[in-house]
């Protein structure tokens, strides 16, 4: 995609599969498999999609996917296909490892910073984009090092404190403007700081959603929200001012989850609490 002076592509770090109720939260599966049809295990298809964006000045990954370090048996588990996902999309791009300037991780679960690094030859966990700095919101870090007990599973060390050690990480204290083009915009709810990325060139806008909204049935209706949400009813709210901007601003909006539905324009639909999302070819 072109945006104004930017380049955006959507880099895969594969496809796994997740459990539906955990996807679609209090929604009946009676009505969430009309949507995303489950397997003989009640799972659905997700896709890991990442955001390459490339500047005149800068190369910015946003997210970078579940990554190498699972075992064999968590990806089996999940159907997660083979290693070298992301960083195969990105050479396909004919970028390589040691290009990227900048990572921006929406969060730190597993699935959106695990490829932020990597064992090397000795054995040993760097950080698997040599150059970069990465960014992340300062009270995201706080929860991702101190977890209690509902998010203890979803942050792991090894993704975030080899680039602390580094010298790579670098903290944010809330919406921040990152290069001419690109800003964060602190986007609670699915964590306390979950951070979405906007892109603005050309007179044009497009905005990385992350995980404030998984799928466009998540912005488009705004009561369903996913079982992974910390603050659900935060979520909401963050969704509502959200669409309101995303509207008003004509923005595409990206999303990191949703087979075949990646990004789009929002509507009004004339009922409360309710859009419509007008796809496009990507």
Known sequence: MRLGNVNLNLVSDGEYWLDGAGLFGLMPKVEWQEIAEPDEQNRIRVQLQCLFIETAKQRILVDTGYGDKLSAKEREFMSLKANGRLLGSLAALGVEPEDIDIVINTHLHGDHCGGNTRYDQNGDLVPAFPRALYYVQRIELADAMFPNERTRGSYHRENFEPVERAGQ??????????????????????????????????????????????????????????????????????????????????????????????????????????????????
């Open 169 to 282: 990480l670098r903290v944010l204290w809330g919406d921040t403007r990152l290069t001419d083009e690109v800003r964060v915009m602190v986007t609670p709810g699915h964590t306390p700081a979950h951070q979405s990325v906007v892109i603005e060139s050309g007179g044009e806008t497009a905005v990385f959603l992350g995980d404030v909204a998984h799928w466009p049935l998540h912005i488009e209706q705004l009561a369903n929200v996913t079982a992974y949400d910390v603050q659900p009813l935060v979520t909401i709210e963050t969704k509502r001012r959200l669409a309101r901007w995303a509207i008003e601003n004509e923005a595409l909006l990206i999303f990191d989850h949703c087979p075949g539905r990646v990004a789009g324009y929002l509507h009004p639909t004339g009922q409360p609490d309710h859009f419509r999302l007008e796809p496009v070819a990507v």
